[in-house]
């Protein structure tokens, strides 16, 4: 070797230690950017086999185990299809954070116990559990998030494919961190390529599938990476491109084995099963028949049973293929789904936003609505009055400035929530009043909306000049006569609202006397 050729290996090797060292300098530069707690999921997801030894530890030597070491242990667990192993445990921190008030820690043990329910196939248990997550957690929270997409895997599940998409919007619409967690968007992407492979063909789900499996490389999760490789397969299945299939089945077989996600492993083994014949196909079927039982998974073991009695009956074994075939039957009588649609109909609130209310509300929040004085404030209330009205299912909704005269009571048979509004300041200037009929359920969704109702008129306010904002929701600032103008200016818009001039109506009676004030006071 000569010495250039030395010194330009040398060169080479070089540049190669440089970009190591840069890679790791960067490396450590994003675990430090990191939160604690982004770390340490990041630590579950990527050595799950070194994280779980130490909380099973940190578990078994406390009474009342830190919820979050459970939780921890459960997502490793659940991925091996041991979840049920912590059932009880969980179910106890579940009790034990409802009876001390921990919302937000019962909200997220609940979410967990959905999932178990849901692998195991106990669909109306999964749907219950989701339900009062919800029922717990704040919208915008990853809990509400993760029970929305569970409840779009029960829609799936029966079929309900409009109402499954619907879910997933709303799990979208309500979580304001998807774009800075990459776990939670590989975890929607995957669903959305579900759906749109059965509602518009395999082609159409290909982008959302690349997308899950970008971010869940980014994240680490080799899980989600397996699953988006299934639906690969299941994709190139559909366009008959049964070789690829094949690989990608494969492919995605390999890495949920070494990842030890048996769930998933049992899914691309029935897949493999179908794209085989003969005694492949067999062997196939009866491996995913084993991790259905070893994980007590009913839907899965009820899947496996139908496709070897399906090989059974070509084979021309008549006797195996109607024991399985039975055995599936008695299986999917099992999983209570005749109890499900009913359920889901009940949770409709949480699936769909029947009247349009976070399209209006979001509609609202992005329009360049100009105000000069709280006359225009009022006026853009009333015009949007209506709609909010019914966007929010209310039988009633007013806004009662400070300063103002009491409102009527509410009558029997009425049930109020209330939402304060405050100016720049933070000084409240006044009050919406929602309404419902007596006994009506105000969910954490609905008081999400109030808020972001009441941050809408904020926006509002806080475009008026500091004169005018000032005589907001108390004694003006303005003389009498300004008031008066203001007034009439107001009643003048409510009048052109209504559909022109009104003729013989109190509002007719309230802009004559308002127009007499303010000639008189000028």
């Excluded at 195996?320 to 649609?341: D, F, K």
């Excluded at 009913?342 to 100009?370: C, I, K, M, N, V």
């Excluded at 109190?506 to 303010?518: D, G, K, V």
Aim: with cysteine.
């Amino acid at each position: 070797m000569t010495t250039g050729e030395r010194i330009e290996l040398g060169g080479r090797d070089g540049e190669k230690r440089a970009r190591r060292s840069a890679a790791r300098s960067a490396g450590n530069a994003t675990r430090a950017a990191l939160t604690p707690q982004a770390r340490w999921e990041r630590l579950v997801m990527r050595r799950p086999g070194l994280a779980l030894p130490r909380l099973q530890r940190l578990i078994a030597r406390e009474d009342e185990p830190p919820f979050q070491a459970l939780l921890g242990a459960f997502f490793i667990l659940e991925r091996w299809g041991r979840g049920p192993e912590l059932q009880a445990e969980l179910e106890r921190a579940l009790a034990r954070a409802l009876q001390h008030r921990l919302l937000e820690e019962a909200a997220e043990l609940s979410e967990a116990l959905g999932r178990m329910h849901y692998q195991r196939g106990d669909y109306v248990q999964a749907c219950n559990a989701w339900s009062q997550t919800l029922e717990l957690a704040d919208d915008e929270t990853r809990w509400a998030c993760l029970a929305r997409i569970g409840l779009a895997h029960l829609c799936f599940a029966l079929g309900d494919w409009a109402r499954g998409g619907r879910v997933l919007d709303q799990a979208e619409l309500h979580y304001p961190r998807l774009g800075d967690d990459p776990y939670m968007r590989s975890k929607i992407a995957l669903n959305r390529a579900v759906s749109l492979r059965a509602t518009q063909g395999p082609q159409a789900a290909l982008p959302r599938l690349d997308e899950a499996r970008a971010d869940a490389r980014a994240v680490g999760h080799r899980d989600y990476e397996a699953e988006a490789m299934w639906h690969h397969a299941r994709c190139a299945r559909d366009s008959g491109a049964l070789d690829h299939a094949l690989a990608l089945a494969l492919e995605a077989e390999d890495l949920s084995r070494r990842s030890r996600y048996r769930w998933l492993q049992a899914q691309t083994l029935l897949l493999i099963s179908e794209l085989r014949r003969g005694a492949e196909a067999v062997a196939s079927a009866q491996q995913a028949l084993a991790l259905g039982e070893a994980i007590q998974s009913r839907s899965l073991q009820a899947a496996a049973h139908g496709r070897l009695g399906q090989l059974m009956a070509e084979q021309e074994q008549l006797g195996p293929s109607w024991y399985h075939q039975q055995q599936r039957q008695r299986l999917e009588a099992t999983l209570g789904q005749t109890e499900l649609p009913a359920r889901l109909e009940q949770l409709a609130r949480f699936d769909t936003d029947p009247h349009g209310a976070e399209g209006l509300l979001l509609a609202l929040g992005r329009a360049s609505l100009a105000v000069a004085t709280r006359a225009d404030v009022e006026s853009h209330w009333q015009q949007a009055r209506q709609r909010l009205l019914e966007g929010l299912a209310l039988t009633d909704l007013s806004l009662r400035w400070a300063g103002a005269p009491a409102s009527t009571p509410v009558g029997a048979g009425r049930s109020v929530q209330t939402q304060a509004v405050r100016d720049a300041s933070g000084a409240v200037v006044a009050e919406l009043q929602l309404e419902r009929a007596a006994g009506a359920v105000w969910s954490r969704a609905d008081r999400s909306r109030a808020e972001r109702l009441a941050g809408w008129l904020q926006q509002l306010l806080a475009q008026l000049p500091p004169a005018e904002a000032a005589g907001v929701g108390g004694e003006s600032a303005e003389d009498p006569a300004a008031q008066a103008h203001a007034l009439v200016a107001m009643l003048e818009r409510l009048a052109a609202d209504a559909g022109g001039p009104p003729s013989a109506s109190r509002l007719t009676q309230a802009l004559q006397l308002a127009r007499r004030l303010a000639a008189r006071l000028s």
